[in-house]
């Protein structure tokens, strides 16, 4: 490989269980009912994709007017990164990129909490850059581009459905990480329990 893409949510980011919390709470304060069940379909897409499925009648910027400040304190307060994606990027030599489906604020609130999250990755994109997130392979091939690689040559490592198909929509090889044994990740071309069994890379 020429060079590994990581997702950031649920791979490199132990922070699933607090973005849903933060949905939840906000959801319950603009009336709405929502379970974690209903959010699963959209792990690993976008804010505005999530939205048109579950409340079409918010916008954006109402739903984050209440989510961002609990979320920002989750960041701040309870989210750390997975020790074993810590080890793997410690010992990577290649490039490296990030291609997450999070806002612009996030991901900058993350990688100033966790500095490494910034100094490791050559190229980042996320929801701000693209204008269709995952399961659409657009983000992937931005990052792609970017770096001047061609898909077939770069790694991906995604732990969400609509990030694996995404990423094989674009022509990349994935490595599927399974936090969650809900979620269905047998589209990869390799499914591991943990980071550190990549003893390939």
Same mark, same amino acid.
């Given at each position: 490989m020429d060079a590994i893409i990581f997702d950031l949510d649920g791979t490199l980011l132990d922070s699933e269980p607090w973005h849903k919390k933060a949905e939840i709470a906000a959801f319950a304060e603009l009336g709405i009912t929502i379970t974690e069940a209903d959010l699963m379909p959209y792990v690993g897409t976008t804010l505005p994709h999530m939205l048109s499925g579950l409340a079409p009648e918010l916008t954006v910027e109402t739903f984050l007017s209440i989510e961002q400040p609990i979320l920002a304190s989750y960041i701040e307060t309870e989210m750390e990164t997975f020790a074993d994606a810590e080890r793997l990027v410690s010992r990577l030599t290649? *490039?490296? +990129?990030? +291609?997450?489906?999070s806002m612009r604020w996030y991901v900058d609130t993350a990688t100033r909490?966790? *500095?490494?999250?910034?100094s490791r990755f050559s190229v980042s994109r996320c929801q701000a850059d693209i204008s269709k997130g995952k399961p659409d392979p657009e983000i992937f091939l931005q990052v792609c581009e970017a770096m001047g690689l061609d898909p077939s040559n770069c790694l991906v490592i995604e732990d969400s459905p609509n990030g694996v198909a995404a990423a094989r929509a674009a022509g990349c090889k994935v490595v599927a990480v399974q936090r969650h044994p809900d979620l269905d990740l047998s589209a990869a071309h390799e499914v591991v329990y943990d980071l550190d069994r990549l003893w390939f890379l």
């Amino acid at each position: 490989m020429d060079a590994i893409i990581f997702d950031l949510d649920g791979t490199l980011l132990d922070s699933e269980p607090w973005h849903k919390k933060a949905e939840i709470a906000a959801f319950a304060e603009l009336g709405i009912t929502i379970t974690e069940a209903d959010l699963m379909p959209y792990v690993g897409t976008t804010l505005p994709h999530m939205l048109s499925g579950l409340a079409p009648e918010l916008t954006v910027e109402t739903f984050l007017s209440i989510e961002q400040p609990i979320l920002a304190s989750y960041i701040e307060t309870e989210m750390e990164t997975f020790a074993d994606a810590e080890r793997l990027v410690s010992r990577l030599t290649i *490039p490296l +990129a990030l +291609a997450t489906s999070s806002m612009r604020w996030y991901v900058d609130t993350a990688t100033r909490r966790f *500095p490494w999250l910034e100094s490791r990755f050559s190229v980042s994109r996320c929801q701000a850059d693209i204008s269709k997130g995952k399961p659409d392979p657009e983000i992937f091939l931005q990052v792609c581009e970017a770096m001047g690689l061609d898909p077939s040559n770069c790694l991906v490592i995604e732990d969400s459905p609509n990030g694996v198909a995404a990423a094989r929509a674009a022509g990349c090889k994935v490595v599927a990480v399974q936090r969650h044994p809900d979620l269905d990740l047998s589209a990869a071309h390799e499914v591991v329990y943990d980071l550190d069994r990549l003893w390939f890379l």
